[in-house]
């Protein structure tokens, strides 16, 4: 398994854990189509992202790698009030969680969640469903090639 797929597993574990103990909790997808409806605790997805910066390090030649994955959170609720505070309460614990273990498990040098983007989306024969795309980034070096 390559560093970066490495990395990205140890994200996902790292939301799975810390968003489990909500009550209901959301499902936490990795690189998965939005399902039409919404869970109750709402729905994480994981998305890959892309490497923002590979700079070499000689001797020993290793690479220093900046990788930027998408957490997509979709929230619904029947009143706008509803879906905010459901939002906000999963993009902190979403933030707490990786705070926790910068390094996830030891996976990376350091992961830094960035600020979120907000979306309102209209599902087909659905309520309205509240979104927000927060970025991580994850440094970690590699050894060798920067195929990561």
Same mark, same amino acid.
């Not at 790292?14 to 489990?20: D, P, Q, R, S």
């Not at 830094?112 to 087909?124: L, V």
């Not at 469903?129 to 440094?139: C, E, G, K, Y």
């Given at each position: ?49 892309? $490497? ?50 910068? $390094? ?45």
């Amino acid at each position: 398994m390559s560093k970066r797929e490495t990395a990205i597993a140890a994200l996902r574990d790292v939301l799975t854990t810390g968003l489990a103990a909500r009550s209901p909790a959301p499902l936490v997808l990795r690189a998965e189509t939005i399902p039409q409806r919404i869970p109750l605790g709402g729905l994480v997805v994981l998305r890959d992202g892309d $490497t923002v910066d590979e700079t070499a390090i000689l001797s020993p030649l290793s690479w220093a790698i900046e990788h930027r994955a998408e957490v997509e959170v979709t929230v619904a609720g029947a009143t706008p009030a509803a879906r905010t505070a459901l939002l906000d309460a999963l993009l902190v614990a979403i933030g707490d969680a990786i705070t926790a273990d910068r $390094t996830l498990g030891g996976a990376v040098d350091w992961a830094q969640p960035g600020a979120a983007e907000f979306q309102d989306t209209e599902f087909e024969g659905a309520a309205a469903a509240r979104s927000a795309l927060v970025p991580v980034t994850l440094w970690f070096t590699t050894a060798g090639s920067a195929l990561a």
